[in-house]
Structures are given as C-alpha cells and as structure tokens.
C-alpha cells in the first residue's frame, strides 16, 4: 500500500513570506531614519523579481502598493559587499537545506558558472578574467557548492569569483566549510576549471574523494588520449602532484554526427571507482548540477545594475528559492516513507513539527495535520486556509493577532501561511509573563 500524501500545497505566496522572513531576519540593511519603506517591502520586490524571472521595474510597475523601482533601487544598491553576502549566504542557504539532508554520506559537487559580459569593463565591478568564451574573456564569475541527493540539488555556498582570484582559493574556501559541517561527504565532484595541482593537493590533503574531467595539457596526457582502450594510468601533473588517471573509450556510433572511439579522461581517486567505466558513469552525475543554473536563471531577476553585491544578492536569492521550496515540500508535502521524516524530530511528515520545545508551549509552523474532522471540515475535509498558530496548553494564538483560536480547529490545519522565528518568539514570551 502506497503512503498517503499529505493534503497540503505550498503556494508560491508562501515560498516568497518564506523567503522574504529569511532574508529579512539574516540580512539587514541601513536605510536610515524617516524612510517610506521597510526592509520587509524591499525583499517582496526582490524576491518577487526572482520568483517571476523579471526585473525589479516590472514587479513595481505590476503590483498595487509597490513603491516606485528607482525608490527600491536607490536603497539596494552599494548595500551590500561581496565578503558579507557570501557569509550571509552561506547561512541563508545551509540553514534549511541541512535539516533536509539524509544521515547517511552525500555525494558534494563544486562548479563553476561564466556569465558572459560584453560591456565597458571599467564601469563594472568585480569581473573575472578567463578563456575566451562566447566572444569574450569577461565574466561575471560564481562557483557553487552542492549536496546531491536523489538527483535534486541543495546549495549550501556560493562564492563571486573577481579579478585576481584563481579556483584553488574558491576550493580551499569550500573545503572548509565542508569540514565544519556536520555532513559526511562521499565524493567531491568538480568541473575541468578545477583541474590543477593545487585543487588536487587540496582534496588530498583534506582527504575527501573526488573525480573531475582531466585537461589534456602535456604532451604525454595528449598521447594516451589519442590511442589504445580503456584503461587506468598514474599521471603527474606539474611534478607535484600524482593521482590516477581512468581512460574511458566509447564508440560515438554517430552521436553528434560523430563516428570512430571517443576517449574521456577522469582524474579520480575514491574507493568506489575501479574501473573507466565506473569513473564515467559516478561523473555523469554532475551533469544533472548544470541543470541548476538553467533554472537558477528562470528565477533571477534581470538587471543591468553595476553593483557587484547587488548582482550576487540577486544570484543567491534565486539560489534560495530552489532550496526553500524543496525544503518547504519535503517538511510539509512530500508523502511520508517508511521511517518517517529524515530530520531528528521525531515526527513524520504528517504530523505537527514542534519547533519549540519550551514545556507546554509549541508552535506549528504549517500545514502538517492529515487528520480529518468532518463536523468543522464538511464532507470533503478540505479546511479553510488558518494562520501560524501558537500553542499553550489547551489555549492557541494567531501568530499575527492576540484573539484565541479554538482548540478544535488547529487539530484540522492543512494550509497555513509561515511566520517568522521573531514573531514566534515575541509570541511565546508574551504567553509566558501572562
């Protein structure tokens, strides 16, 4: 029998109060005294931008009470500096998306994205310099860190790559943090911009597995690639580092009008590769990563700012949408599976998650109840959309008003929209002096 799936959706509404409450609480911004805005209004236009794949200017001109574009511009821009942001991001991003981790090693994959810019490079910040690409050797530069899990992808850090920064300092960086994480780690997979001796030195001396694509840089890498099947060889690498080498020959049998042996390098070294064919197959799983930036795209709000903390704002705000609805999904819809929820609650999916544990005060954060009661829900067992509730005792409270609900009626909660951890708190100590 296939587990019953919880009867709550997450609309976009709540992903953006999601969103919007966490950039809230973790990045403030100065917008001084005597001013028509709140920060909360700022973040609704941004995120709102990002959730629609539009500009700033769009959100503001299309929806009622939105102050004017250049008015949210004015107090977003030169708010942020890239150290902050990172930092900052590397908090938003993590905080949900670990709960959402299994307990068990998870594969780890660190890429890195060329934004082609095609402008005046004296007017913009923080541009990375690289190998032509698409009529340009100008980018605008991010490496991301991912957990993959079942094919879906959690951003745990980003970093803006400028003038001057090389990958080996984006790795040691992402290295780490994964060592300060409470996550096992499987296997580190990289794209060929890592490929260098220093990276490679780096994942030795952090002692994690790892494989990534081999650059043909040398002649005696050049010759092996050009002859003979698969194989394994040691290779050495500015004579400083040696690893092994996997070999991997296909036949193209016509695939991109090509014919003859195709032969792929990996640079790999993990106790569950032992073969070419295993290296291949293990690395094939990073292509999925890429499909992140196609929909971080679809949720990044266009601009033409040239404010480089502004620009990664908006680059991790898209990245944020991903994780939050996958956490939101997996927390409060996904259908639960033998075992229960793979946090250490202690509650299923399907039931209340206690996000306090004060004794005698709880407070629900969502839609979480299956059960059905129909003398308040009717037939269909549908209910009516109710607010973040408190509880204390026998008594529940509004999250945003000081009326009691009735007791009965949070016992039948399927949807409800998301409050913030302040509002929470300011809740429960108000209920704890009455």
């Not at 969103?19 to 995120?47: F, P």
Request: contains cysteine.
């Amino acid at each position: 029998m296939k587990p019953t799936q919880a009867d709550s959706e997450i609309e976009e509404e709540h992903l953006l109060n999601f969103v919007v409450n966490s950039l809230d609480e973790e990045l403030a911004l100065d917008l001084g005294e005597d001013v028509e805005v709140t920060t909360e209004t700022l973040y609704e236009v941004l995120a709102g931008a990002s959730a629609g794949g539009t500009s700033i200017n769009h959100v503001c001109e299309t929806t009622d009470d939105s102050p004017h574009a250049n008015t949210v511009r004015g107090y977003l821009t030169d708010q942020f500096d890239l150290d902050s942001v990172e930092a900052v991001g590397d908090t938003l991003l993590q905080r949900d998306a670990l709960e959402t981790l299994p307990d068990r090693s998870v594969e780890v994959v660190a890429d890195l994205h060329l934004d082609p810019y095609y402008g005046d490079e004296d007017e913009t910040e923080a541009l990375y310099s690289s190998q032509a690409k698409r009529g340009t050797t100008t980018f605008h530069a991010y490496a991301t860190l991912y957990a993959r899990v079942r094919n879906k992808r959690y951003t745990l850090a980003v970093r803006q790559l400028v003038a001057g920064d090389t990958t080996s300092d984006v790795l040691a960086e992402f290295l780490e943090l994964l060592d300060g994480l409470d996550l096992g780690v499987k296997a580190v997979y990289l794209d060929r911009g890592f490929y260098n001796s220093t990276c490679l030195s780096l994942l030795y001396a952090h002692n994690y597995a790892f494989a990534m694509p081999i650059v043909k840089w040398g002649e005696t890498i050049q010759n092996e690639l050009s002859s003979g099947w698969s194989r394994e060889i040691e290779h050495d690498l500015a004579g400083k580092v040696t690893f092994p080498v996997f070999i991997d020959c296909v036949y193209q049998q016509g695939r991109y009008d090509e014919h003859g042996v195709a032969r792929h390098g990996y640079a790999a070294d993990a106790p569950f590769i032992d073969t070419p064919r295993d290296a291949r197959e293990h690395y094939s799983k990073r292509f999925g990563i890429e499909s992140s930036y196609r929909l971080a795209k679809q949720s990044l709000a266009f601009t033409s700012s040239e404010d480089a903390g502004l620009r990664l704002v908006m680059f991790v705000v898209s990245l944020l949408l991903q994780n939050s609805w996958r956490y939101l999904h997996w927390r409060y819809v996904a259908a639960p599976r033998r075992g229960g929820a793979a946090s250490g609650s202690g509650h299923s999916r399907n039931s209340v998650r206690w996000c306090c544990e004060q004794p005698g005060q709880r407070s629900v954060c969502a839609g979480q109840f299956q059960q059905t009661n129909h003398s308040t829900t009717g037939s269909s067992g549908s209910c009516p959309p109710i607010r973040t509730v408190v509880v204390s005792g026998n008594t529940a409270f509004a999250a945003d008003s000081d009326s009691e609900l009735p007791r009965l009626s949070v016992c039948v909660i399927l949807r409800t929209n998301y409050a913030s951890k302040t509002q929470i708190h300011a809740l429960m100590e108000r209920l704890e002096s009455s």
